[in-house]
């Protein structure tokens, strides 16, 4: 079993930047693609970011792309969310999500592994 703990969340203005980490234990991040997924209030879970167990491979929502990046330290049992030019509409609750399979998903059904969650808000 692996347990996921989000940290980094935070207030911050439209326009700044937060870092979210995503540590893993109880088994090698490296076995596992990693998602970034986030619910804002009243709506559903929706997928931000993912990425391969080698970190060759990442894929974004549209709603991200060019703003956000995913990222890996399998050595460090980590994975990071760099979030920059942020938006009002990124406020959410953010997940890291964590499968065993090789993969990239989107869907959160896809995902066996979740962590607690980190808020963001993001100030006008």
């Known amino acids: 079993q692996v347990q996921l703990v989000e940290s980094g969340g935070g207030l911050v203005q439209a326009g700044g930047s937060l870092r979210l980490s995503c540590a893993a234990s109880g088994r090698t991040l490296g076995s596992l693609t990693m998602g970034w997924f986030r619910q804002a209030p009243g709506k559903e879970r929706e997928f931000v970011a993912a990425?391969?167990?080698?970190?060759?491979?990442?894929r974004y929502a549209d709603s991200v792309k060019g703003r956000f990046t995913i990222s890996r330290d399998n050595a460090k049992n980590t994975v990071y969310l760099q979030m920059n030019s942020l938006r009002p509409e990124d406020t959410a609750v953010y997940y890291c999500?964590?499968?065993?399979?090789?993969?990239?998903?989107?869907?959160?059904?896809?995902?066996?592994?979740w962590g607690q969650g980190t808020q963001v808000t993001v100030s006008s």
């Open positions: 990425i391969t167990r080698s970190g060759m491979i990442t």
């Open positions: 999500a964590g499968r065993g399979s090789l993969s990239i998903e989107t869907t959160a059904l896809e995902y066996d592994h």
